[in-house]
């Protein structure tokens, strides 16, 4: 199998909906299933990007940090980098640039990797502050999450495109997270416009699902209600 073909998922979203926020692998393992990625660690920790296979962290203090291998991820992502050149990005604002990368996705029924790079305008993103048992809600989790801001800001957007109908695995659409250059800004975005930036897609032709199978909260709990919209909701 051409691992770069190979989307890899830890855990689901549909998971996260009713707290389940132990972390069931590490980050170790999970960099072993791809050089680039998305996730957040045990207890909802912060926000984690992965490029050029480090991970790092963005929490809700602002700070940004390299993971060590040994931390624990409830949810992630992760692939092999080979992504191409989609389409140069001017200045775009806000709206319009989710419209516009909507646009980019050659169909809507597959799973993609999302990169850009650049500067961009304006850069609004969050990280939630690390819970702790018993763990509330994903969405009782927006109470004490932090939003920060940058403008004029050089960096590297990294995430992924999800179809609808793997909505309880996955978020629907767009999951993007944000790392600035300098390694001082980052996390879960919000906002994002563009001033010059370059969008890569890499599309993926299978999903490695990797269930905590282990975990006995997870092979116990009932999952159940609209989850789909309360990830939206969560993710917004």
């Known amino acids: 199998m051409d691992r770069k073909k190979v989307l890899y998922q830890h855990g689901t979203l549909a998971m996260l909906v ?3 926020f132990t972390g069931t692998q ?7 299933h791809g050089d680039t990625g998305i996730g957040t660690l045990t207890g909802l920790n912060g926000e984690l990007i992965i490029v050029d296979g480090v991970c790092y962290q963005a929490n809700a203090a602002g700070q940004i940090r390299q993971v060590d291998g040994h931390e624990l991820v409830p949810f992630a992502n992760s692939h092999y980098l080979q ?3 989609a ?9 319009k640039l989710w419209t ?3 646009a980019q996705i050659p169909s809507k029924n597959l799973f993609y990797g999302v990169r850009l790079t650049g500067t961009f305008k304006k850069v609004k ?4 502050k690390e819970q702790t048992k018993p763990f509330p809600t994903l969405k009782q989790t927006a109470s004490q999450q932090q939003e920060f801001s ?10 992924y495109f999800a179809p609808e109908l793997y909505g309880r695995t996955a978020v629907p659409g767009f999951h993007l997270h944000f790392l600035s250059a300098d390694h001082s800004f980052g996390g879960h975005i919000l906002e994002l416009s563009s001033t010059a930036t370059k969008l890569y897609l890499q599309e993926f032709s299978s999903l490695e699902l990797h269930l905590p199978s282990e975990n006995t909260d997870f092979r116990k709990k009932k999952l159940s209600g609209n989850l789909i919209q309360e990830i939206k909701d969560a993710e917004s």
């Open 18 to 20: 009713p707290g389940l």
């Open 26 to 32: 590490t980050v170790a393992e999970l960099l072993k």
């Open 83 to 85: 992504d191409t050149l």
């Open 87 to 95: 389409s140069k990005i001017g200045a775009v604002g806000q709206d």
């Open 100 to 102: 516009f990368l909507e």
């Open 125 to 128: 993103t969050r990280a939630v």
């Open 150 to 159: 940058r403008e004029n800001v050089d960096g590297t957007v990294i995430g």
